[in-house]
């Protein structure tokens, strides 16, 4: 036991900020705009995929707590090789992701203050360095922010809700799939992004005072907040504001209650559930390439040696993101591609980390069935992704190609005095997560 981990509100709250995140700012009006009314199918099929999800996730954090997360799921359940790719994918997309997930929160500090796609990069920078410097004085500071951050968000967004629901008419409720029933897949299809999270709190799992105990009761109260907000941000937005719903729904919504001052208040909200979201996956993050870096999957010196905090990967992966930044401003694009293909990544963590489920969790538990139930929802899932699953497998491959490099190295080495061959430098981590 960690007395000084993450407590069940602090990593409920991590939770909630890499669950929620971005997407409640802009996805409801997305999904509603592709679907109509038939976009709250959407939203509840994808609550209900998220329960065995979060279930079967939570279930390989207590049992197997360590910060390479779904990487040491696979390397328990399968193969080191698979590990490294799956590790090489997820690292690489939380960097390249990070761009989008600020992106939002910078587009709305933009239009508040009436700046240009400058000043909304420049926000979205500002974002990424902000949360590395949360990130560099240790968990126990970053799921302190994180849980004032996430209280914040819950009050205004449940305040956004029932500003708007005296507006509802059940009249925008029809015609309920205008664009037909097909468009409902599509609408989940773009959801995947609202609902990407749940793999992240595997890598915290080690963070825990308690792991054992507490990452259930974390994941299945961060759930129950994140059914209830969802659920009332999609049908107000559908009920409330219809066909007249704009990019950025929230702000309508408030407007609805308070009148147009109420709009720059949407900023802060955006701002919030950025740094939030970006927060919960630097420090998972940080700590699977720690992790990796100690199994000899990733370059040895991000390895942290001694503090505990993950500094160097940390750093990694906010080079990353500002380095994909650049390129964005550069050469001037939008980050629906990056976006999509953090999606698509999303949706192959979920399969390998319910494949591996079901090979490590006792068969016939209820968390074993969670697993099973959560490799359907994962395969539907990575069906709906398609052809944006080639960013991840291009990730995956490098990742391959760096294992079977370092194996085949080692396989080289000449014996050791006596006929002993040398070990891999790295530490080895057993099943329990602790360091040989």
């Not at 990407?196 to 994941?219: C, F, K, N, V």
């Not at 040696?305 to 990353?320: M, N, T, V």
Request: charged content about 10%; glycine content about 14%.
């Amino acid at each position: 036991m960690k007395n000084d981990g993450l407590s069940v509100p602090q990593g409920a709250a991590l939770t909630l900020g890499a669950v929620l995140g971005t997407g409640v700012i802009s996805l409801p009006a997305l999904a509603a705009n592709e679907a109509g009314p038939a976009s709250l199918v959407a939203w509840v099929a994808l609550i209900a995929l998220s329960v065995p999800l979060a279930a079967t996730f939570a279930a390989l954090g207590a049992r197997h707590p360590d910060g390479g997360g779904v990487a040491t799921y696979a390397r328990l359940a399968f193969n080191q090789h698979i590990a490294t790719m799956v590790g090489w994918a997820f690292y690489l997309t939380i960097g390249v992701g990070a761009p989008v997930a600020a992106g939002f929160g910078g587009a709305y500090v933009a239009d508040a203050f009436g700046g240009g796609r400058g000043m909304s990069l420049a926000a979205t920078a500002g974002i990424i360095v902000l949360v590395t410097a949360m990130n560099w004085f240790g968990i126990k500071v970053s799921g302190g922010v994180q849980l004032g951050i996430a209280g914040a968000i819950a009050v205004l967004l449940a305040v956004a809700v029932l500003v708007a629901l005296p507006h509802a008419e059940l009249g925008r409720l029809t015609p309920f799939a205008p664009h037909g029933w097909g468009s409902v897949g599509t609408a989940a299809a773009m959801l995947v992004w609202a609902f990407a999270g749940w793999e992240i709190l595997s890598s915290l799992s080690a963070e825990y005072r308690d792991p054992a105990r507490d990452i259930r009761r974390a994941t299945f109260l961060a759930l129950g907040i994140v059914t209830v907000l969802y659920l009332g941000i999609a049908f107000a937005t559908v009920a409330s504001l219809g066909s007249t719903s704009g990019a950025a729904p929230l702000a309508d919504l408030l407007v609805l209650g308070f009148g147009e001052p109420a709009r720059p208040v949407t900023a802060v909200v955006a701002v919030l559930l950025t740094i939030g979201a970006i927060n919960a996956y630097f420090a998972g993050g940080s700590r699977l390439g720690a992790a990796l870096a100690r199994e000899g999957a990733l370059p040895r010196f991000l390895a942290e040696p001694g503090s505990g905090i993950p500094r160097r990967s940390l750093l990694a992966i906010s080079a990353i993101a500002l380095g994909s930044l650049a390129v964005i401003w550069i050469a001037g694009t939008s980050t629906d591609a990056l976006l999509l293909m953090a999606s698509g990544t999303f949706s192959l963590l979920y399969v390998v980390g319910a494949a591996a489920a079901l090979r490590l969790l006792p068969r016939g538990t209820m968390s074993w069935w969670a697993a099973v139930c959560s490799m359907v929802a994962a395969l539907i899932l990575l069906g709906l992704t398609g052809a944006h699953l080639l960013g991840p497998v291009l990730c995956g491959g490098a990742g391959l190609a760096w294992s079977l490099v370092r194996s085949g190295r080692d396989r080289s080495r000449p014996a050791r005095e006596g006929g002993q061959e040398l070990e891999p430098a790295g530490q080895a981590l057993c099943p329990d997560g602790s360091v040989a």
